[in-house]
């Protein structure tokens, strides 16, 4: 299940975030990571560092992208230029799959750059689902969404999140980046239990997983990169990777960034549930990955 | 703006206006928009509350986000103009800037693409010294440009051997001339490297607005130059042009033929006829060394 077509059938492992503070460490010492995941606009222009960093990490490493503005739930049409540039990017990365979120920022023309949240209606659905068609008939290569972490709901929903992610997939047949910690953060902000939302996802579509840190306020979660992944979205990720299998993994980070090997060795946790879940196999993933979060989220003597 | 087609455009253009419209000076939503609209009432009817936030409180989350984002990335591409104008002063010009301007693309490289413009018709926004910061501003923008405009092929030793006086010479898209009443250069400097790198986009979520280290320039001397912005290595370089050398670049980025740029930059030139084809080759050599003719 791991290696399916929402993304490109590749098995990629752990990955990080590639993010400026880490240029000169990766490209002085080359340490080895199994991917980076690129924010796309960043490296939508026409020359100049960034694309210069970018050749210099494709020599080395896989590199997947990760957009955060093209708006597959705005009502607003998909912007050409946006799509032409994206397109360029895709044939300089050969990116074996192409991320964006289940959200809209735009309206009118006017960008919030904000992963704003969706109103769950079938009006919706339609909406996304045809411009997540576009984007992956115009790009040529697998796109698949991201659930994002949301802090207001709409008066106007017709459906859980859940619900409309799997309709919106079905409809766009396209794959779902399953960020674990936006579901935590949208459980505690929306109470509802973040397990029915992994449980509910049509786990055959699920072409990656993203990991992260949030913020706790007194009364609401933000979704703030941050932190080190914290234990309630460990578990919830080892509940995916159960339901998924090995899927290719990224842990964000995206302020407050420590250093790389910091970085790194927060991301490679994931490895325990990955290696396990492999090992075990299909019928046996269950016990497997309980195991491995067990020993990641339990310290030493305290499961007696 | 026309009837809404949909009840989807229609929540998307009634949050956008409550999310894009300017915090108060205590960096929340206000109850009341500028046009007279209660943002209570809208958030009441298009958010669900739950049992601890209100929907004006869940709604005023993405308010505050919106404007954190644009606050950050505008002072990264800004720095130089802050330190003259001030924290107060420069947060009034880009709290009025960004509600006159949002962004209109979709990266946020080019949320200032539109300042310098809006600034002419908003010089009450530039301060006691409107000149020093409207050439801080032409330099930051430029800047900007510089580091990631494209780069096309070099011209040929051979090809730019072969040029005439009714030659086009097309240079580097990464090329900016500016004339400044000040040199702003130096104080630019000084101020990136106090401050890092400009933004880029990411996909979290901050818990309040980043302050930066603000140093408030209180005086610079007005002092006349001339600049080349320009890349080098992948690292943006200003370069001091001669008052004939920006003539001659100006003309050709604005596609004169040789000799009609070149009668252009010397026609109230002080430099004797004698030492002007000396003058011409050595610019050319340079130019041509750091790879500003392109095909």
Redesign the interface.
Do not use: Q
């Given at each position: 299940m791991p290696a399916n077509r929402f993304n490109g059938f590749s098995d990629y492992g752990v990955g990080i975030g590639l993010r400026?503070p880490h240029y000169q460490h990766i490209l002085s010492r080359h340490p080895v990571v199994d991917w980076f995941e690129i924010?796309s606009?960043?490296y939508?222009?026409?020359?100049?560092?960034?694309?210069?960093v970018l050749d210099q990490i494709l020599e080395q490493y896989k590199v997947v992208q990760?957009g955060?503005?093209?708006y597959f739930g705005?009502?607003d049409p998909l912007?050409r230029?946006?799509l032409k540039r994206l397109k360029h990017l895709v044939r300089r990365t050969h990116t074996p799959w192409l991320s964006d979120?289940l959200c809209?920022g735009?309206?009118?023309?006017?960008?919030?750059?904000?992963?704003?949240p969706m109103?769950y209606?079938w009006?919706?659905v339609e909406?996304t689902a045809q411009k997540i068609r576009q984007v992956q008939d115009f790009t040529e290569v697998p796109v698949v969404v991201e659930n994002v972490?949301s802090?207001?709901?709409?008066?106007?929903s017709e459906m859980t999140e859940w619900e409309f992610l799997t309709e919106v997939v079905e409809r766009a047949d396209c794959g779902i980046l399953l960020d674990v910690n936006n579901i935590y953060v949208s459980s505690k902000?929306?109470?509802f239990d973040p397990f029915t939302y992994v449980n509910s996802v049509p786990a055959h579509r699920v072409a990656q997983i993203h990991i992260?840190g949030h913020?706790k306020?007194e009364?609401?979660l933000?979704?703030?990169?941050?932190h080190p992944v914290l234990p309630a979205v460990w578990r919830l990720y080892a509940r995916a990777i159960e339901r998924c299998g090995p899927t290719a993994t990224l842990l964000?980070w995206?302020?407050n960034i420590p250093t790389f090997d910091e970085v790194h060795a927060e991301a490679l946790k994931a490895t325990k549930f990955l290696k396990a879940a492999a090992e075990a196999g299909p019928n046996a993933a269950t016990a497997a990955v309980q195991a491995a979060a067990k020993t990641l989220l339990e310290p030493a003597g305290a499961a007696r | 703006m026309s009837e809404p087609a949909s009840q989807l455009l229609d929540i998307q253009r009634r949050m956008a206006a409550a999310v894009m419209h300017p915090l108060t000076r205590g960096e929340t939503m206000p109850r009341r928009r500028r046009d007279g609209a209660s943002n209570l009432r809208e958030a009441d009817a298009i958010i669900r509350p739950n049992d601890r936030l209100t929907s004006f409180e869940r709604l005023e989350i993405y308010n505050r986000q919106y404007w954190y984002r644009l606050y950050t990335c505008f002072e990264e591409d800004f720095p130089g103009l802050q330190a003259i104008l001030g924290r107060a002063k420069f947060d009034a010009l880009m709290r009025a800037y960004l509600t006159d301007c949002p962004s209109e693309s979709f990266s946020l490289r080019n949320l200032g693409s539109r300042l310098e413009a809006w600034l002419d018709r908003h010089p009450e926004h530039l301060g006691p010294k409107p000149i020093l910061a409207s050439d801080m501003v032409r330099l930051e923008w430029a800047h900007i440009e510089a580091f990631d405009s494209e780069e096309r092929p070099r011209l040929s030793a051979e090809a730019l051997a072969a040029v005439d006086e009714n030659s086009s010479l097309r240079l580097q898209p990464y090329l900016r001339v500016l004339a400044l009443s000040y040199p702003v250069d130096d104080l630019l400097l000084q101020v990136r490297t106090e401050n890092g790198s400009s933004a880029s986009s990411t996909n979290n979520a901050s818990t309040s607005r980043k302050r930066r280290h603000v140093r408030h320039v209180a005086a610079l001397a007005p002092r006349p130059i001339h600049l080349a912005v320009h890349r080098h290595e992948n690292s943006v370089w200003y370069k001091p042009l001669s008052p004939e050398e920006f003539g001659l670049l100006s003309a050709l980025l604005a596609g004169k033929p040789l000799g009609d740029a070149i009668d252009l930059a010397l026609a109230n030139s002080p430099l004797p006829e004698d030492q002007r084809p000396a003058f011409l080759q050595e610019v050319f050599a340079t130019w041509a060394m750091l790879g500003w003719f392109t095909t």
């Open positions: 400026i924010i606009e960043n939508m222009v026409d020359g100049g560092r960034p694309l210069e990760h955060v503005s093209m705005s009502a912007s230029e946006h979120h809209w735009s309206v009118d023309g006017r960008y919030t750059h904000d992963l704003l109103p209606t009006e919706a909406v972490s802090y207001a709901e709409f008066h106007v902000n929306h109470s992260a913020s306020f009364k609401y933000l979704d703030t990169h941050d964000e995206d302020d | -």
